[in-house]
């Protein structure tokens, strides 16, 4: 079913919590499951395709830049290899944003194992350790902006905290990454991250302790910082069970030690922090007390949006029962801007400035033929030709002259964009013909020229890995 991102009820997947708005950007986007043929061994008789349990979507957020001419999107999808970027138009029609039909998707999908990762849903799993410390929640957690649970020793000594993890490595050798952000009070002598195992059969296994090293301990003194260790999962029978520890040494009564931003998670990472309101990022279950999942952003400029009209964006996982999601409607300003683009460049839009709008001529193809016996002739006819015209442009400075003459160099066909009230529609492809460039009287110390040509338009070129949008 159909679901707005931020709207998390009992029937969908857990959803996406956006960071602060962009200014200008789209904030919000809507998920849909993906309709269609199904296999027959995944169908049913019915006709119908059974529910997606535990499906997990992705997103997409679009900021136009009206001084580019351009705009920029955020796209996201969960465990993919790639997806299709679509732009969606006031009147339907659909069209594969270059570069983004199909876009390779660039690194990986991350797994935070800590279910409440930033005590934003309470000390629910966190438990004293060494020192039996009094735990509370702080809301000056370090950005972004979160809690995190404290730890306030009664006596001078240790102070532990065990923290909440769903890590279960399947088998030995696995490397285990565990990152937090640390604050305490006083300089303690020493600090671990301590990662116990337990296999199985319930058999204790030998624990995996870090000390961090002086400066990293320094880091953390009366202010935040982020520590990360590894460890690699012992000898063991069947999957293996991992509980992690905090514990600061050394520290004189009433001292605190803050923690928070966990992350757990099976192999080498860096560490940084990722949890389902992170951007790209969703919950396995409830928001802020589950494992979540952070899939890697996918950025891309899209060079041909129509101006001044609303456009929405669509990020779609084309495998069966992928699914699609949305963006709000955004609109790019033309702000009395032209543009071209190159389809080999379609990010890096030239500007135009057109002296006037061209005269256009749309040839009558047909003949007429005179018949025996009637007085009339009749007419054999096809549609128009497309429009054909002359187009002016003028060049302010040599390097606003030669940005054009490189864009026209190799002769493709150019897509012309300009304002609505110009009257071209989404923007017209066109081919353009012999360029002739003109000082048009100006005094020989002037950089300003002319640049002139006739044109055809045409039908969009695609660039071989872009195709049309079904």
Known sequence: MPWAGNDVSATVPPGQVLPPPIPGGTRSYTYAVATGAWPWAYGSWAGGAPPLVG????????????????????????????????????????????????LTVLGVTRRNLAPNPSAAAGLAGYVPGEGNPALSVLTDGPAPPGTAVR???????????????????????????????????????????????????????ASSTS???????NRSVAQWARHVVTATAPMGQGPITASVKVAATSLPTGATLDATHQTHELGATDGSYVDGDSLGGSWTGVAGLSASVGAPLQTLIDGEAPLDVPVSYQVINPALGGGSATSEPTTLDGGDRSWLSHPSQPAQPVRARVTAAPDLTRTAVSATYTI???????????????????????????????ALLELLADGAPLLLRAPADYGLGYGWWIALGDLTESAVGRPQWSQGRALAASFTVVDAPYAPSSFPAA
């Not at 499906?55 to 999107?73: D, E, K, M, Y």
């Not at 000390?211 to 301990?217: C, P, Q, W, Y």
């Not at 009339?376 to 002259?401: I, M």
Request: with cysteine; glycine share 10%; hydrophobic share 45%.
């Open 211 to 217: 000390a961090l090293s002086s400066n990293a301990i």
């Open 55 to 102: 499906a997990l979507f992705g997103g997409i957020i679009a900021v136009p830049n009206a001084l580019a001419g351009t705009v920029a999107l955020t796209a996201w999808w969960p465990d993919v290899t790639t997806v299709h970027i679509v732009r969606l138009h006031p009147d339907g029609s659909r069209t594969p944003v270059r570069g983004g039909y199909p």
């Open 151 to 205: 730890c306030t020793l009664a006596a001078a000594g240790t102070c532990g905290l065990t923290v909440p993890t769903q890590l279960v490595v399947a088998s030995p050798g696995q490397i285990v990454t565990v990152g937090m952000d640390l604050r305490i009070s006083a300089r303690p002598s020493a600090v671990t991250i301590t990662i116990t195992w337990t296999d199985s059969t319930g058999t204790a296994l």
């Open 372 to 402: 025996i016996g009637r007085a009339r002739p009749v007419v054999v006819s096809a549609a128009r030709s497309a429009p054909t015209g002359a187009l002016t442009l003028d060049a302010a400075t040599f390097a606003d002259r030669d």
